[in-house]
């Protein structure tokens, strides 16, 4: 069965400092991987995704995220946080050869300090 | 802008209304959903709409009843809701659902509903 795991509900960066965000996801066959934020009082915008031409994803914003087989890890990068980067975050898992469905962790609130 | 619109954005209701929320999408898609997002959960899909046939309830109680009356609009009907369903009300859509499918989800902004 599918499942994602965000580490941190919560993280907290300074304003120009790099933004980290962990995701780990369980799949039993090759995944579909995506980092969606969510801004306060909207839906959900697609950040990025993977799907297997490269381990490397470079999304909107500046962001990024490598996928990791060995690790099954798809964290979520970016190396200087700006104010407007204060939303929330959510990683996604969909498996590649049967469900439509798509898995979404519980989120990580991105926090950027003056 | 979103592709994905969805009305009203607020809704206040009492126990023993009758409301409805609506989606309509103007990328083309062929797939639509429900998600429902509380507090402290992760996204909760309800139901999933490929060419207006449904294909997912995922044991959402009858409550909440849904709608799609072509590939372009999609409603929620409400009634005798609990407290509880008091969340974020989210429609997404896709350009397809078949399996192994790649395609990202696009989201509406949402309705906040409050059930008093």
């Known amino acids: 069965a599918q499942s994602v795991t965000q580490l941190g509900s919560h993280v907290s960066v300074s304003e120009g400092a790099l933004v980290l965000l962990r995701c780990n996801y369980s799949?039993?066959?090759?995944?579909?991987l995506f980092w969606y934020v969510q801004y306060p009082n909207q839906g959900l915008q697609l950040l990025l995704k993977y799907t297997s031409a490269a381990t490397l994803v470079k999304g909107i914003n500046g962001f990024e995220a490598e996928f990791k087989k060995s690790e099954t890890s798809f964290h979520l990068t970016k190396p200087s946080a700006h104010m407007s980067d204060a939303a929330e975050y959510f990683c996604a898992v969909r498996e590649m050869d049967s469900s439509y469905k798509l898995i979404f962790g519980s989120g990580t609130r991105l926090l950027v300090r003056p | 802008e979103t592709g994905v619109t969805q009305t009203p954005r607020h809704l206040v209701m009492g126990m023993t209304n009758k409301k409805s929320l609506k989606c309509e999408q103007h990328?083309?898609?062929?797939?639509m959903y429900w998600y429902k997002q509380s507090a402290k959960k992760p996204l909760e899909l309800m139901f999933v709409?490929?060419?207006?046939?449904?294909?997912e309830n995922n044991s959402v109680p009858s409550r909440f009843s849904p709608e799609c009356p072509n590939s372009s609009h999609l409603f929620l009907h409400l009634h005798t809701l609990q407290p509880e369903d008091s969340a974020l009300y989210l429609c997404a859509s896709s350009q397809d659902l078949g399996g192994g499918s790649n395609s990202p989800l696009h989201f509406g902004n949402g309705t906040r509903l409050t059930v008093t």
């Open positions: 799949s039993s066959v090759p995944p579909y």
């Open positions: 990328l083309g898609h062929n797939a």
């Open positions: 709409y490929s060419l207006e046939e449904r294909v």
